[in-house]
């Protein structure tokens, strides 16, 4: 059985902007790449559940890897529907900005999904910055010590900011 799952992406005023897509499937092996994943989540809310059903006018937010991206498949995605999250594992593959240079002028837009925010992600974001639009960073994972001051140059650059694992309010007002 396939279960898809969104996730609300909210704003800093509780208003839903989008939904993270989560994915479970009975029948794929846990073995099974991420690109395997992605195109099965892909195919299911394209044939099986419906993009209304699913994202209801939203944004939806799907994780890819740079195997993904290199693919095919991913011109089979309405890109207005969707924002590609960019796995951590993928940040600095040697061709990434590249591919993302090659969509991005075909419309696709592209987030960095759920990073652990430091000295040396900050400047790959930097690097990158024309060609994403949403950065999630992991509050959780993201203790670097100057990170109060690699947050803000993070929000110098205009991207919008996704706080993930924000679990209280005293967390979420440092953002």
Do not use: W
Request: aromatic content about 10%; proline content about 2%; charged content about 25%.
């Amino acid at each position: 059985m396939s279960l898809i799952g969104r996730q609300p992406i909210c704003n800093a005023d509780y208003l839903i902007t989008g939904y993270d897509i989560l994915f479970r499937d009975e029948e794929l092996s846990p073995d099974f790449s991420d690109i395997s994943i992605s195109a099965s989540v892909l195919n299911r809310i394209l044939n099986d559940f419906g993009l209304e059903s699913v994202l209801g006018g939203y944004l939806g937010f799907l994780k890819v890897d740079i195997e993904f991206l290199q693919s095919n498949i991913v011109t089979t995605i309405p890109n207005k529907h969707f924002v590609l999250m960019i796995l951590e594992s993928s940040l600095f593959h040697s061709e990434l900005e590249s591919v993302l240079k090659n969509l991005h002028d075909k419309g696709y837009r592209f987030g960095l999904n759920s990073c652990v925010l430091d000295s040396k992600t900050l400047e790959r974001i930097e690097s990158l910055k024309s060609l994403l639009s949403y950065i999630r960073i992991d509050v959780l994972r993201s203790s670097d010590k100057n990170f109060s001051d690699i947050f803000k140059r993070l929000k110098l650059m205009k991207q919008t900011v996704i706080a993930s694992k924000v679990e209280t309010h005293e967390i979420l007002d440092r953002y």
